[in-house]
């Protein structure tokens, strides 16, 4: 036997057996004592006109002592995780004295009970009965002890009547059924019992599994009963930075925060958690819910599967922005600011200004693509900054950069907001050392609610290119009517030509004297 499975020594020993063979050694308290001492006391005096004085005291002496010894015994010895099949030494006293009762029942019988007398002898076999059967739930722990006593409350009725009657009374047959029934119940009280203990041992190895599984498995397991956590594993303590004792019996919305409130069974959330440490994490809670094992309990039994995925929201985050803005200048790109146009344009009329530096082939081969990478920053720069609120900015490549503008402020003065623009950008810029102006070209168009974001940047293409043939530094409002097509692709392949030198390697910079 496991040695990590033994009781302890103590007169209370069978108190930490498992609940099948601690209810019956508990049966085997002293009310059983006092019971066993009562029915061989109340069969004495029952039979005291049949036997002599001294035969009488004998019984009722012996019968005390007997009982008294056995109770002492069950509760002095060291009690092991009994099991069918292992006896053990405290057994083994136990169904020593067990005997000894027995056979004084026999000597009983075969001494003492009237047999020619069918009503005492019907009392005294009816309540030896009731005794075998209200010891059974403590004798069954011990298959010993309740082997013994059943033989010998079995084969006492025939020794009893064995060449001391006919065998053709009444009597006689009942008890021959009496000894059948003994038979038949010690039988059936030992197969239950053992299939009882084995299916204990099944549940008890499952329950010891799913024990070291819930203690092993990385993610938190918090086990709430209503919204009351009742239980949790040691990774719950770890993700919010609390011992088990500071977890166990509080709300779950104080645990996880305001959040938890709106906590769907089955469904995953993302909860941001105020850690004890200071710390904020992002918790991944999926709730699972089982029927209340109390049957009168008001609420579900709820298990709350939490994972830290702080690290895989910044990176999602960090991914989302590489998608939607250009990694140069921070600006929205122009995936983003399609999006941020047909979302707008949807509902309001907006307001569009593209803009593209001028001659910045020129600066790019003069001064180096560092220079012109700066260059880029201090022109996203200084729109964000005039822009603010009023719309947002984007670079959708090269040196070209979009003005979208939805406060309807910005969208009203959208020509001045444009004038503005040029005005600001012929202050030089003193970059790296090196002093230069990036003056723009401006192209302003408007489009009503529920228009094309294509037809929007097209129309202020058209109008920033007109700029640029106007002398670059300026800005133009889209006209309503289409120019002159082989001006629109002059105008294009201008503006391309601007953008292809972004591609090109820098030539070795010269500084203007």
Known sequence: ???????????????????????????????????????????????????????????????????????????????????????????????????????WILWFYRTMAPVD???????????????????????????????????????????????????????????????????????????????????EDEVRARGAEIELAFDAILDGLLVTQGTTAVRANPAVGHLLRRSDDEVVGRDLDELLGPDAIGLTLGVVHRVAVDRLDGSTHVLEVVGRATAAVDPSAASDIVVWVCRDVSELVERENLLKTLIDHDDLTGLANRRALLDRIDRAIARTEVAVLAIDVDDFKTINDQYGHAIGDLVLQ????????????????????????????????????????????????????????????ATLSIGVATGPAGGSAQTMLHDADLAMYRAKRA????????????????????????????EASDRRPASRPTRPR
Do not use: K
């Open 1 to 103: 036997m496991d040695a990590s499975r033994r009781e302890p020594t103590g007169r209370t020993g069978w108190e930490s057996l498992t609940p099948t063979r601690r209810a019956g050694m508990s049966a085997g308290s002293v009310w059983v004592d006092v019971g066993t001492v009562l029915v061989l006391l109340f069969i004495g005096v029952l039979v005291r006109h049949h036997v002599s004085g001294p035969a009488l005291a004998t019984w009722l002496a012996g019968s005390v002592l007997l009982a008294a010894l056995g109770g002492v015994i069950s509760r002095t010895s060291n009690w092991q995780d009994l099991r069918p099949g292992h006896l053990t030494r405290a057994e083994w006293r136990l169904a020593a004295v067990t005997g000894a009762l027995g056979l």
């Open 117 to 199: 007398d069918a009503v005492i002898f019907g009392i005294v076999l009816v309540a030896l009965s009731v005794w075998w059967m209200g010891t059974t739930a403590a004798l069954a722990a011990t298959p010993l002890s309740f082997l013994v006593v059943s033989m010998c409350l079995a084969l006492g009725p025939f020794l009893a009547v064995y060449g001391r009657t006919s065998p053709f009374r009444s009597h006689i047959w009942m008890v021959a059924l009496l000894t059948l029934a003994i038979v038949g119940t010690y039988l059936e009280r030992r197969v239950a019992y053992v299939r009882s203990v084995d299916a």
């Open 378 to 437: 201090s022109v996203s720069r200084r729109l964000r900054a005039r822009i603010g609120s009023l719309g947002i900015v984007a670079r959708p490549g090269g040196d070209e950069f979009v003005v979208l503008l939805t406060d309807p402020t910005g969208v009203a003065e959208r020509e001045s907001l444009a004038a503005a623009l040029v005005a600001e950008a012929r202050v030089p810029l003193v970059l790296g050392g090196v002093r230069l102006r």
């Open 471 to 498: 002398g670059r530094s300026t800005w133009r409002a889209a006209e309503p009517f289409p120019f002159d097509h082989w001006d629109d692709d002059a105008n294009r392949a201008e503006g391309d030509a601007d």
